[in-house]
């Protein structure tokens, strides 16, 4: 980020006004004096005005995505996979993921640097609630469904916590269901129907909490409203005092 764009968007000064304190040797990063051109990092970089230091308080900013397939939820790849910051690269801010999902499930995933809206939403005694569509092989039976909607014990030895479990269309070939989990275990979902018979061919996360993903087209995003944050901070403290 350029120096002066740096002092504007922490309300120090205006670009201008930045421009005309940098050429007067006002302006120091860390021990070494400014010069017009310079730029900063943010997340490293101290900034002095007048021995003063710049104290950086970050716009808050929060996204809503849906996730296509074929994209991982990391901010960099070691395999060189596309990473879901391909998908946003016009945010400004510097934005992490809340909670993931995997390479090959689709759906709702929300973003943001408000580290404590983070901790509220995938801290686990929180149990905050996350609904998926989950196409499976087969026909699923009463049994399963059963097992599935009171726990059932995973490949490792887990036994998983009571899930709602709707059926919304059986078939021979396939099935297709809306299950919600309040907890976040890896691939848990998928693990879930693989214990009972019935890999998941197909996985959309379609809700966290009582925030839609709505009809986002796949691969979008958007910022969410004031409204809508201020909802899920609220749902973050009623899931802490359950």
């Known amino acids: 980020m350029r120096l002066q764009k740096y002092l504007s968007t922490y309300g120090i000064c205006s670009r201008r006004k930045g421009e005309e304190l940098i050429a007067a040797g ?54 060189g996979r596309k990473t879901i910051l391909d998908l946003i690269k016009k945010v400004p801010e510097r934005v992490y993921p809340v909670g993931r999902l995997d390479y090959d499930t689709e759906g709702l995933l929300l973003l943001t640097n ?9 801290h686990p005694k929180h149990q905050i609630s996350k609904t998926y569509k989950a196409r499976c092989k087969g026909t699923v039976d009463s049994v399963a469904i059963d097992s599935l909607r009171s726990g059932v014990i995973l490949y490792d030895g887990y036994k998983t916590q009571k899930a709602e479990v709707y059926v919304i269309e059986l078939n021979k070939e396939n099935s297709l269901l809306e299950v919600t989990i309040y907890e976040g275990k890896n691939r848990q979902i998928r693990k879930m129907f693989e214990s009972v018979g019935h890999p998941v061919t197909r996985l959309t996360r379609i809700k966290i909490g009582d925030m839609k993903v709505g009809d986002l087209k796949s691969g979008s995003y958007r910022f969410l409203k004031k409204t809508e944050v201020d909802k899920l901070k609220n749902f973050c403290k009623k899931a802490r005092y359950k």
């Open 26 to 79: 006002r302006v120091f990063i860390g021990r070494k004096k400014a010069v017009i051109g310079d730029k900063v990092d943010p997340d490293t970089d101290k900034v002095y005005v007048d021995r003063k230091l710049v104290i950086a308080e970050r716009q808050k900013i929060y996204i809503l995505l849906n996730k296509p397939r074929g994209y991982v939820t990391t901010t960099n790849d070691p395999e």
């Open 114 to 122: 408000d580290g404590d809206l983070t901790f509220g939403l995938t």
